[in-house]
């Protein structure tokens, strides 16, 4: 398979420094950058404007390296239109916290309102089922998501426009995990996981492909015991 590669830089030259009053700026969201909040707003929103000649997407962010070759899991068949590896518990989670009986994460406020709000909007709710209070977020690094069901979709565009429109993105910098969360709940999907297994630079973590996440330690250059670790946990899971 040919690489393409597709020029995205128009995506951060449309970052603007806002903070509105549903998803007001926290002293943690102003932690991250202007790219930071590109990045999340490219991989919930703009994403699309590049891939319409394409059926599927397997996103795999260039800090995670794949524990063995999953070429023949992709693509999965439906019903599975979007999966992950890793499902985290927004409950608790210390900065993206969505919770029935705690305040919002620094970097989600406004969010389970707006979440509401849409539900509402599309009679979503139930008698059984009348509020939504939390979700999962996928780990979203690595996941696979069905184009071709999410253009067909017209809540999950509503949803889309909506978060766009809020520009919370760039007020609260709402991540994509969350918001992709978000979507899978409202749209009432599974959550389905994607069986890879692989490590994750940034946060030091190896996901299995069962759903599990492993805290790694720290390695640090000319650390033998560290690489042995590395690569011995890679064979295990593999």
Not at 6 to 15: A, P, Q, R, Y
Not at 57 to 75: A, F, G, H, Q
Not at 199 to 206: C, D, I, T
Not at 209 to 227: A, T
Request: hydrophobic share 40%.
């Amino acid at each position: 398979m040919p690489l393409v590669f597709i020029n995205i830089s128009e995506v951060f030259s449309k970052f603007i420094y806002v903070n509105n009053s549903i998803c007001p700026s926290t002293k943690q969201s102003r932690r991250f950058n202007a790219g930071y909040h590109s990045m999340c707003y490219f991989w919930f929103i703009d994403f699309f404007i590049y891939l319409k000649d394409y059926q599927w997407l397997l996103r795999i962010d260039t800090d995670c390296e794949l524990v063995k070759d999953s070429r023949e899991l992709i693509p999965p068949k439906p019903p599975i239109y979007f999966s992950s590896s890793y499902w985290m518990n927004l409950e608790e989670e210390k900065y993206d916290t969505v919770s029935a009986t705690k305040p919002d994460g620094d970097v989600v406020r406004g969010m389970k309102s707006m979440v509401k709000e849409i539900a509402v909007r599309h009679q979503l709710l139930s008698d059984n089922n009348n509020t939504i209070n939390t979700w999962k977020a996928p780990y979203s690094n690595v996941m696979y998501l069905n184009l071709t069901w999410a253009r067909d979709n017209h809540i999950l565009t509503d949803i889309i426009h909506t978060v766009d429109s809020s520009q919370c993105i760039y007020s609260n910098r709402w991540g994509d995990s969350p918001l992709w969360g978000a979507a899978i709940r409202l749209l009432n999907q599974p959550y389905y996981l994607l069986p890879i297994a692989y490590f994750h630079g940034s946060h030091h973590v190896l996901i299995d492909n069962k759903g599990d996440i492993v805290q790694l330690p720290r390695r640090k250059r000319g650390w033998f015991q560290f690489d042995f670790l590395y690569q011995l946990l890679f064979y295990l899971y593999s």
